[in-house]
């Protein structure tokens, strides 16, 4: 069984900083490190999409919207996952989330990102 729970959301001004954080709680702990993790958001009346994702050996891969702007990381030893998002724009606006590459695990809850103009 696999529970994902996000964290670090808030509401920031156009150009702010967030650091959102997804740790991993699941029976087979060492699954986490061999699995490729992605961070999606939701904006209200739009599809979930992909913004950014690292690969169990450390590739990462972005959004064009997001790159230049946006860092993913992992610690597989505190089973988390983290999205650095610098120069934050309204458009950034969501609820986000992490999960597999695949969407393999439960939805967690996600946390709001808001940025104002």
């Known amino acids: 069984q696999v529970r994902l729970v996000e964290s670090g959301g808030g509401l920031v001004q156009a150009g702010g900083s967030l650091r959102l954080s997804c740790v991993v709680s699941?029976?087979?702990?060492?699954?986490?490190?061999?699995?490729?993790m992605g961070w999606y958001r939701q904006a209200p009346g739009k599809q979930r999409e992909l913004v950014a994702y690292?690969?169990?050996?450390?590739?990462?891969n972005y959004l064009d919207s997001t790159k230049d702007r946006f860092t993913i990381s992992r610690d597989n030893a505190k089973k988390a996952v983290y999205l650095q998002m610098n120069s934050l724009k309204p458009e950034d606006t969501a609820v986000y989330y992490c999960?597999?590459?695949?969407?393999?695990?439960?939805w967690g809850q996600g946390t709001q990102v808001t940025v104002s103009a």
């Open positions: 699941m029976t087979f702990d060492s699954l986490l490190d061999i699995t490729d």
């Open positions: 690292i690969t169990s050996g450390g590739r990462t």
């Open positions: 999960n597999t590459v695949s969407e393999m695990w439960p």
